[in-house]
């Protein structure tokens, strides 16, 4: 696609539950981020996708969360038995490689009520 | 561990004002740095990336600098106008990990 895209845009759960977001990352690029904005907060790196290596998950904050991507495309972050505190925008990022420009989605604002 | 600091945290300008935001690093040893716009309920658009080897970057009315060894970039803008009105965040690459970000500096650019 022309953009990396992330769906769904927003999400509202209710505490305990578990999500997914989706994240579509731009052809072609072989590494992928995610990150999460809390308000008031800067970016927090959770965990990064290069090509066929293992992720770089160091950034995971609990083992609720966990992500793949799948055919070196597609990537899922998923968030199980979600706490008030999940609550934040959750960033997708792809790049040509590492130490390239990264390329930003909009985002998927999740709120845990 | 790498840490980035923004200053101010917010800023607020009358249009036409030609303006400087800061960053800071505290370990020179970086691969490149990269300033993003990022606009209310966005995500993060690249403006400028300066490698480690460079000392500024321009593009339009916008001109990134780098002193590596004093752990400092700028960013100047030009000619402000409300249009230029968004959070401005810098990022340093240590080299094979991710980006680090710093908090970013709230700019309006009042009419």
């Known amino acids: 696609g022309a953009g990396v895209s992330q769906s769904p845009s927003n999400k509202v759960t209710e505490k305990g539950k578990d999500v997914e977001l989706r994240c579509d990352p731009i052809?072609?690029?072989?590494?992928l981020y995610w990150y999460r904005q809390s308000l008031g907060q800067g970016l927090e790196f959770l965990i990064y996708f290069q090509g066929n290596s293992a992720p770089d998950k160091s950034g995971l904050p609990s083992d609720r969360f966990s992500a793949e991507r799948t055919g070196g495309s597609v990537s899922t972050l998923t968030i199980q038995r979600t706490q008030q505190e999940d609550s934040a925008v959750y960033l997708c990022?792809?790049?040509?490689?590492?130490?390239?420009?990264?390329?930003f989605g909009s985002g998927t604002q999740l709120s845990v009520l | 561990k790498q840490e980035v600091t923004q200053i101010p945290a917010a800023l607020s300008v009358p249009e036409g004002e030609n303006l400087v935001l800061n960053c800071s690093f505290t370990d020179s040893a970086i691969y490149n740095l990269q300033w993003f716009r990022q606009d209310p309920g966005k995500g993060l658009t690249s403006l400028l990336l300066i490698q480690s080897s460079q000392r500024e970057q321009t593009s339009g009315r916008l001109n990134a600098s780098l002193d590596k060894s004093s752990g400092r970039s700028t960013l100047y803008i030009a000619a402000s106008q409300p249009g230029d009105s968004a959070t401005y965040l810098c990022?340093?690459?240590?080299?094979?990990?991710?980006?680090?970000f710093g908090k970013g500096t709230r700019l309006s650019v009042i009419a």
């Open positions: 052809s072609g690029h072989t590494a």
């Open positions: 990022a340093v690459d240590p080299g094979n990990t991710p980006l680090v």
């Open positions: 990022a792809s790049s040509r490689g590492l130490d390239e420009k990264l390329f």
